[in-house]
């Protein structure tokens, strides 16, 4: 009995090794796309580039962005504090309206999330690399789980 749990709990773990977040994007088929910048230390116009760059890969995936979408696709970008160093904090997130199975209540949920922090030596550059390697694995799973 000992090694069929083992066994069991091995072969799970193995499985969820292979998946890219706990998260799963099927019928994911229109988004309204935002990104929030939550500080004035970094460049109003990086804002329009991540945007522009959220429509085209989505436009690639054949997701529609140009209507409103109770669905949102939203970076949410600022500086946070780690002890006393300050840190640039990015994170992509997927949220919808979404019914409760045993209240059948409308709420709000998160159905992707991806966050990354990290101490910027060149802000600019390395704001939009990580803006856009968070997208990558985005597109990456949304490709994965729509075959």
């Not at 069991?8 to 773990?13: D, I």
């Not at 116009?45 to 939203?74: C, G, H, P, V």
Request: negative net charge; hydrophobic residues 45%.
């Amino acid at each position: 009995m000992k090694t069929f749990k083992l066994f069991l709990f091995l072969s799970v773990f193995t499985s969820l090794m292979y998946a890219q977040t706990p998260f799963v994007l099927t019928g994911v088929k229109s988004y309204y796309p935002v990104v929030e910048i939550n500080s004035d230390k970094i460049d109003s116009k990086y804002k329009q580039i991540i945007l522009d760059m959220m429509i085209k890969k989505s436009t690639d995936l054949k997701i529609e962005t140009k209507n409103f979408s109770s669905r949102s696709l939203a970076y949410i970008i600022g500086f946070v504090s780690i002890g006393d160093m300050i840190a640039l904090k990015i994170e992509l997130m997927l949220g919808e309206n979404a019914i409760r199975a045993d209240t059948k209540e409308e709420i709000f949920v998160i159905s992707y999330m991806s966050s990354r922090t990290f101490v910027p030596e060149e802000l600019g550059s390395e704001l939009l690399d990580s803006a856009e390697e968070m997208l990558d694995a985005f597109v990456l799973q949304y490709k994965e789980d729509n075959l």
